[in-house]
């Protein structure tokens, strides 16, 4: 399950499998929406796939075994120069695309 939000700085997932690259000498916490605060035991890279079958990243993802739920930061997406595209059909389904900058 993921769970999309304008407030969240970074993204973060508890599943460690998710990561390409993970630098677990990073270490933080993050307070969410609900005042939870939670520790963050690492940052990296994963990599997920467009509709299209093209690999992307999302940098900077933050790793927490603690946190019930992945956290997108739509913010974060956007400043990246992403266009988030939302269907709603049986299922919720997203579509990252990356945005061509001139």
Known sequence: ?????????????SDRLNFETLDEAFSSHVELGDNKRVEIKGSGDVKIHSNEGNKKYIHEVFYSPSIGQNLLSVEQMIGRGYKLFFLIKNNVRFIIRRQIRE
């Open 1 to 13: 399950m993921v769970i999309f939000d304008s407030g969240y700085s970074h993204p973060i997932t």
